[in-house]
């Protein structure tokens, strides 16, 4: 039998030599088994029992969401130790490191009119961050997780496309109000289960195309801007 870390430790020492305690020969045959994939999508139902924690004001339970997530974080990062990738302390100083780049406004001399001047600054970071490597965002569009649900997804693509001013093509229903809006979105769903269509999928097919559309366009308004040699 393995011991339990000592409380003496700071809560998360104990819960970085537990994580490894469950991933040793004498650990949990579960915890043995699993590997980045087999948890990827673990951390996602996490994510979304705390946004349910939250919504219902239930600190206690926000309390045990936060730290489900937290295992989720510390689970990946002793696989990674693991394989000699990173650990813990390296992604948390990553983090660190990261956040402080990215609000030169706080700790460093630059000046921000207001939030929007905040956002811009982080971009443009991000962007040089990136440059150069193979995670360099060459399109305004990138950066869009692939998983997210659909309308997640397409509202990230258009708000992307809006602030790269890139045309996108179609009619605007008119604005009715939020609750009108909320309506037509539900009536079309229950129009496409009625006749046998996946909402979720229909969307997702129609983003991934107009995705396609808009990053054609940006592409010849960046050929067109570029000298000819």
């Known amino acids: 039998m393995r011991k339990a870390p000592s409380r003496r430790l700071p809560p998360i020492r104990q819960l970085l030599e537990l994580m490894a305690g469950l991933r040793a020969p004498d650990g949990c045959p579960w915890d043995r088994e699993q590997d980045h994939m087999s ?4 951390a996602v139902e996490e994510v979304y029992e705390l946004v349910d924690a939250i919504e219902a004001g239930d600190d206690v339970e926000m309390a045990e969401e936060l730290g489900d997530l937290l295992l989720q974080v510390v689970f ?3 696989l990674a130790a693991e394989r000699g990738a990173f650990d813990f302390d390296r992604l948390t100083q990553v983090l660190v490191d990261k956040l402080v780049r990215r609000h030169p406004h706080v700790f460093g001399d630059v000046r921000v009119k207001d939030v929007d001047h905040v956002w811009a600054n982080w971009e ?3 962007k040089a961050e990136k440059a150069g490597s193979k ?16 309308l997640m997804r397409a509202q990230k693509l258009v708000k992307k496309a809006s602030k790269a001013a890139l045309p996108m093509p179609g009619t605007v229903p008119e604005a009715k109000g939020r609750a009108a809006a909320a309506a037509a979105l539900f009536d079309w769903v229950r129009a496409c289960q009625e006749r046998g269509w996946n909402a979720e999928e229909l969307l997702r097919a129609e983003t991934a195309r107009r995705e396609k559309a808009l990053r054609a366009a940006e592409k010849r308004a960046t050929a067109g801007k570029t000298p000819a040699k």
């Open 39 to 42: 948890l990827r999508m673990h």
């Open 76 to 78: 990946h990062a002793q």
């Open 135 to 150: 995670h360099e965002r060459r399109s305004a569009l990138d950066g869009i997780p692939r998983h997210l649900p659909a």
């Open 124 to 126: 443009a970071i991000k």
